[in-house]
């Protein structure tokens, strides 16, 4: 069953958690009045357009900027050197260093040779777009082209070209989980399967590109930079490094965000590189990434060798992963790490304990990586889930079946994974069939055996997700915990400033719900602020899921301890026992005089107002700060080393029906079902909504999306005419249901629900197509699926019958 | 015929046209796109750039009722005409209309920088057909892309914006 | 070049002609914008004076006359779709109107010469006016002309956009027996076409009397296959001939497009495909018809 959205109850006694409650703001956003980081424009406004390099691999001879400054307009224009006498390196917001891998100092503008294609050069900043972007195609670059290597399985080969000057080799580095004794276990087997998983590289790219509006203060000598920004405390620790200025001399105001995925998490060269352009001309500067620039950003891509080692029945004894991460040239983003976090994820949501993967890192001369929904735990959904269900067609065993008989049950939590997670709670069986009942399962199958008999190529498809949420990475700025203040003013109107940030799915609106709950007010009036470095409590935005979870749990507690003060107050107002007064909506009441209300706004000002007399038992104001860190995280290493980076696991079962075109390839995706577990949802129309945008993600990357190169390194895809992300008839009627397993120790049980969906939605895609194909005996898992694919699958059956994996 | 060149080629362009039920007079370079327009000279900024190619519509304006994209629309090209951007759709109360009521009421949009694609494109469709099916939805939303929804929330919105309409008659 | 440009705005189609060619390179012509502000947005192009031809007299229009049907290059997709003239006498070209891609804010804005005079291998419009057997009316420094369309894409002295101008496209009204298909083959819906094919036909009890395919999205030109396809009038409509239909138009093409849009092999393979469903289609549509 779908949720559906409706106004708050007003004036009823019903929580809001737990309603569809309508987004607040939202009529801005309709209304178009919302303001974007683009929006903003100041008197004096300077704009920014980079010199890019047109090579993947290359020695910089000389830069020669003339050209550029003499036309008219130009304010300035640097180049590497310049920038590197006033800007440090970038500050990696996970340093590979910290866990024993290589590490390299990323700067804003190349200094003696680029790495990648489209890698920034130079910059001109002139007084309108046009003339900086003409300026800048003034400026001339000499190179020396050098060999690129561009393929992992290429760059780990000895005598491969090495990408960073002073490496020994390619491998940032090379991850074993590794866990009892697969070696046995395989012995032990009825039958070990290969599976090749090759995932492409593909890309978020949300409507609203990057953008940087940095504005120079000339009475502080600071910076106010307004940005396109997931995480703002984090980045102004970063800016403040890079431009060697102290942190409380840099604000960071994040507007409201069209999209952000992890595209928009800090380390990219453009970030400090814009501060120190407003530090110089002391006018603001502008930068406005364009869909080109954009669709530089990529990630995802990896190349995994799933053993499963196997019982007749299906049981998995053991698992086996040889992987390589093609992460693009070094970067101080955060995107190198989801290879981290796709070894870590094994083996998912299944009970196997005997598993040996390596996950070796790997850089390229392709564009860097950053993080992507999903941030690595979609990858290891898809080669388990692709792994699974190749498995279970060479054994004749069917694939529910075999998942049904190596989950996890549902009673072994908290479970203790091989790679040293800590599993909160889930069902994964009920999940299943659930969403088998929600697909319609029994009727689908009954027209495929009528489809088959027809000759058409019907395919059901099921896979597992299991995504934790919430992660902290010791040593970096991806941060378990996060902090929120609630403040009621002496008018009896609440605040709501809050660390977390939101990349534009609502959680506001989720917080606010908590807030009035928990506070005892009406949802409407209250008013979050996010995305300020000056006003906001120190946080750590958005990523993994966890606004809600963290932020919202510390908005908990912060509104009841509030919610304390204001019912003492009450209490000493009406001359009552504390025990028998209660605030709802906004009304105080007290059980020992029924008679008698207060407003919230009587009380509030009496706070403020009346600190010597009914005010002395609290401490004004009626504010206070909290911060949740959740339990369940463990960054002291256990006896075998490993830690639980993870407080709450999210999973999800996704079913899809698919047809295959048998003439031309073509996949037509006809039904997907989806039972997901996020343990309480706050706002369920929110939370679906957001599923079924992580489902159009996985359905875009499966079936169409994809970055490509030329020999050379140079990008191909470059525009939406090759870059070809879902419209609406690409995505089916989705029929999403709940299943969820509250968390022991969040607020309410909530686990998180941003990243969940890429991955499971992406595999069952896979599976499906597989599903339909194996009358033929063939199939793929050679990533994406485009019609050319699998028309070259099915031409390649027309081959004598034997079981046929197609590269 | 020999055509005076000089009289020919106008450094600039006096545009008159209707931008949200307001009549526009300017003088504009002649390069201007209606999206610099909109979003630089007259500081309406409900209108937005995604891609600067004519492929995802956030960009999407109404000229004489119909939707456009303004990234790719030279201002000067758009003389006499009526224009509607998102913030024009209001009524002289400055209410919300049913469809822009029923997107807010639906949670047709998440971070909603596809807005006035969707927004507008809805507009359209509405005032031609009354009880769109979810694939004439879909159809008349092929100029647009969402990242964030996956479409279903937007359809869902557009099919309660119709009953609403509907009820309204 | 240049980082501002200029504006001018002829009275007729032979003045816009004569500004073209006092202006020489640098100089756009500007209707709808669609193709040429991508490239103008990017800095890729930067004309030097943007000619607008919107108020051009002999570009608009619709008008049925003496057995021809005259489409002014300014007749927008919209229009295409809902013209009582072009959805009696042209009903191919309607409903290819429908399917040009962009969405409603292209069809709305985006013109039927733009389209066409655009040249893009992936587009609807050159293949469909192709298999209707159009005529182009052009404005050129010398005079009116008028050229079969199939002639001006093979020629490269057009000078189309640059120091000429598309007028008019003349068509003569498709049969009322006649069936017709338009088949636009996308990796996803989202994509822009990997293979299309029109087709027309006519009947005469179940055999074909004329066929017309013309085959779009595989090659840089579109292939007009009907010389290849002419073993199979007189002949009845069949399995067999559509198997003979695909082999022809697979075989026809003699250079491939190799794009993100599809790898040359499968692209040579569905051009055989859409060729055969079009005909399959425009038979079934026949048949229909003339019950």
Redesign the interface.
């Known amino acids: 069953m779908t949720a559906k959205s409706k106004h708050a109850q007003g004036g009823s006694d019903r929580a809001y958690v737990g309603q569809g409650v309508r987004t607040l703001g939202g009529d801005a956003l309709v209304a178009g009045v919302a303001k974007y980081t683009s929006d903003f424009q100041f008197p004096g406004q300077l704009h920014a357009h980079f010199v890019r390099s047109p090579h993947a691999a290359a020695r910089i001879k000389r830069v020669d900027l003339s050209g550029a400054l003499k036309v008219a307009g130009v304010v300035l224009a640097m180049e590497g050197k310049e920038a590197a006498e006033h800007l440090d390196p970038i500050p990696h917001y996970i340093d590979a260093a910290v866990f024993g891998g290589k590490t390299v100092h990323v700067r804003c503008l190349a200094l003696d040779q680029v790495w990648q294609f489209g890698q920034p050069v130079a910059v001109v900043v002139a007084e309108d777009k046009k003339t900086a972007r003409y300026a800048a195609s003034r400026v001339q670059v000499e190179y020396e082209p050098t060999p690129a290597v561009l393929e992992a399985e290429d760059a780990v080969k000895p005598g491969a070209p090495v990408v960073v000057p002073g490496w020994a080799d390619n491998s940032i580095m090379a991850l074993p989980f590794v866990n009892g004794d697969v070696v046995k276990a395989f012995e032990r087997a009825h039958r070990v399967v290969k599976t090749t998983v090759r995932i492409h590289r593909f890309s978020t790219q949300p409507i609203e590109t990057r953008t940087y509006n940095a504005v120079w203060d000339h009475e502080t000598h600071g910076i106010t930079f307004y940005a396109t920004a997931q995480n703002p405390h984090p980045l102004r620790h970063v800016l403040s490094t890079a431009l060697r200025m102290p942190e409380n001399l840099i604000r960071i105001v994040a507007p409201a965000i069209g999209g952000a995925f992890g595209m928009k998490m800090h380390g990219h060269p453009e970030e400090a590189l814009v501060c120190l352009l407003t530090k110089r001309t002391g006018q603001p500067v502008k930068w406005v990434e364009d869909r080109e620039e954009c669709l530089l950003i990529g990630a995802r891509e990896q190349l995994h060798e799933v053993e499963l080692a196997v019982q007749k029945d299906g049981e998995i004894l053991g698992l086996r992963d040889r992987a390589l991460a093609n992460t693009g040239a070094p970067s101080a983003c955060p995107g190198w790490g989801m290879a981290f976090l796709t070894g870590l994820t094994f083996p998912g949501p299944y009970k196997v304990t005997d598993v040996d993967v390596l996950m070796n890192i790997v850089t390229t001369n392709k564009p860097s990586w950053n993080a992507s929904r999903g941030y690595g735990k979609e990858a290891t959904a898809l080669a388990l889930e692709l792994a699974i269900d190749n498995t279970a067609r060479a054994i004749g065993v069917d694939p529910i079946e075999m998942r049904l008989r190596n989950f996890i049950a549902k009673d072994a939590f908290p479970y203790n994974s091989p790679t040293g997670l800590i599993y909160d709670s889930g069902d994964y069986a009920g999940a299943v069939k659930k969403t088998l009942e929600a697909l319609g399962y029994d009727n689908w199958k009954k027209k495929q055996q009528q489809a088959r008999a027809e000759g058409k190529l019907l395919g059901i498809g099921l896979a597992y997700e299991l995504t934790p949420e919430g992660g902290a990475i010791p040593g970096t700025m991806v941060a378990g915990y996060d902090s929120s203040t609630v403040r009621v003013g002496p008018d009896g109107s609440v605040m709501l400033l809050t660390g977390v940030t939101t990349p534009g799915t609502g959680n506001p609106t989720g917080m606010a719900q908590i807030v009035a709950d928990e506070l005892g007010v009406e949802l409407e009036g209250i008013r979050v602020v996010q995305g300020d470095t000056t006003t906001c409590p120190y946080g750590f935005g958005n990523y993994s899921g966890r606004s809600t979870i963290v932020g919202g749990g510390a908005a908990a507690m912060a509104a009841r301890e509030v919610r304390e003060k204001i019912l003492t107050i009450g209490a000493a107002l009406l001359e009552v026992d504390f025990a028998t007064v209660s605030l709802l909506r906004g009304v105080l009441r007290s059980s020992a005089k029924p008679d008698k209300t207060l407003s919230l706004k009587e009380v509030a000002y009496a706070a403020y107002t009346r600190a010597y007399d009914v005010g002395l038992a609290i401490t004004p104001p009626l504010e206070a700060t909290c911060t949740f860190r959740p339990g369940l995280i463990r960054h002291t290493p256990d006896e075998k080393g490993r830690i639980n980076p993870y407080p709450s696991y999210s999973n999800a079962a996704y079913a899809v029906v698919c047809e295959v075109d048998r003439e031309t390839g073509q996949v037509k995706l006809l039904q997907f079902a989806a039972a997901h577990d996020c343990g309480k949802v706050i706002n369920p129309v929110l939370v679906e909504g957001q599923a079924c945008g992580a489902i159009a993600f996985g359905i875009g990357g499966m079936l169409n999306e994809e970055i490509r190169f030329d020999a050379q390194g140079r990008q191909l895809t470059n525009t939406f005419v090759n870059y070809v992300m879902p419209r609406a008839h690409d995505v089916p009627a989705i029929n999403m249901v709940h299943h969820d397993s509250p968390n022991p120790v969040t607020y309410q049980g909530l686990k998180g629900a941003g990243e969940a969906g890429v991955g499971g939605s992406a595999a069952a895609v896979v599976n499906a197509v597989n599903d339909a194909l194996a009358p033929l005996n063939v199939s793929i898992t050679d990533l994406p699926l485009t019609a050319p694919r699998v028309w070259q699958a099915i031409q390649s059956a027309a081959q004598p019958a034997r079981k046929r994996e197609v590269a | 015929m020999t055509t005076n060149m000089e009289e020919m080629l106008e450094d600039s362009v006096l545009l008159q046209c209707r931008v949200n039920n307001k009549p526009c007079e300017l003088e504009i370079a002649p390069g201007t796109t209606l999206l610099e327009l909109l979003r630089e000279e007259m500081r309406l900024t409900g209108t937005h750039m995604g891609c600067m190619t004519g492929h995802c519509g956030a960009c999407t304006v109404l000229i004489d009722g119909q939707v456009a994209k303004s990234c790719i629309t030279l201002a000067a090209t758009v003389q006499r005409k009526t224009i509607t951007t998102l913030e024009g759709l209001k009524d002289a109360e400055g209410k919300l209309t049913p469809i822009q009521q029923a997107f807010w009421d639906e949670a047709g949009l998440q971070c909603a920088f596809c807005a006035p694609g969707m927004v507008l494109t809805a507009t359209e469709l509405l005032k031609s057909n009354a009880e769109p099916t979810d694939d004439e939805i879909r159809t008349a939303m092929a100029g647009n892309l969402c990242r964030c929804t996956g479409y279903q929330s937007i359809v869902r919105a557009v099919r309660a914006a119709a009953r609403v309409m509907k009820q309204l008659k | 070049m240049s980082?501002?440009?200029?504006?001018?705005?002829?009275r007729s189609a032979?003045?816009a002609v004569?500004?073209l060619g006092?202006?020489g390179a640098g100089a756009v012509v500007?209707?709808?914008?669609?193709e040429?502000?991508?490239h103008?947005?990017?800095?890729r192009l930067?004309?030097t004076?943007?000619v607008?031809i919107?108020a051009l007299p002999e570009l608009a229009g619709i008008t049925e006359k003496d057995g021809e049907v005259a489409i002014g290059a300014l007749t927008v997709h919209?229009t295409l779709q809902r013209d009582a003239i072009v959805q009696r006498a042209l009903p191919l070209l309607a409903h290819a109107a429908a399917q040009v891609?962009?969405?409603?804010?292209?069809h709305?804005?985006g013109t039927v010469g733009g389209n066409l005079v655009a040249m893009h291998p992936l587009y609807d419009i050159a293949p469909v006016l192709l298999a209707l057997q159009a005529d182009v009316e052009i404005q050129a420094p010398e005079g009116v002309r008028r050229a079969a369309l199939g002639k001006i894409l093979a020629e490269t002295s057009h000078g189309l956009g640059t120091s000429s101008l598309l007028t008019r496209i003349l068509l003569k009204p498709m049969q009322p027996d006649a069936g017709w298909a338009y088949e636009k083959?996308k990796?996803?819906?989202?994509?822009?076409g990997?293979a299309n094919a029109a087709a027309v036909v006519s009947l005469t009890g179940n055999k074909l009397s004329t066929l017309r395919v013309v085959i779009g999205a595989v090659s840089e030109q579109p292939l007009d296959a009907s010389e290849a396809l002419h073993g199979l009038l007189g002949k009845p409509w069949d399995a067999v001939a559509g198997a003979r239909v695909e082999s022809l138009c697979s075989a026809s093409p003699k250079t491939l497009l190799d794009?993100?849009?599809?790898?040359a092999?499968?692209r040579r393979?569905?051009a055989g495909?859409v060729a055969r469903r079009a005909v399959q289609a425009a038979v079934a549509n026949a048949q229909r018809t003339n019950k």
Do not use: C, F, K
């Open positions: 980082l501002h440009p200029q504006y001018a705005r002829p032979a003045q004569e500004v006092n202006l500007i209707a709808g914008g669609q040429l502000m991508p103008v947005n990017y800095g930067m004309p004076v943007y607008d919107a919209r891609g962009g969405g409603w804010q292209v709305n804005r083959l990796i996803t819906a989202g994509s822009y990997s794009d993100q849009q599809g790898d092999t499968w393979a569905m495909v």
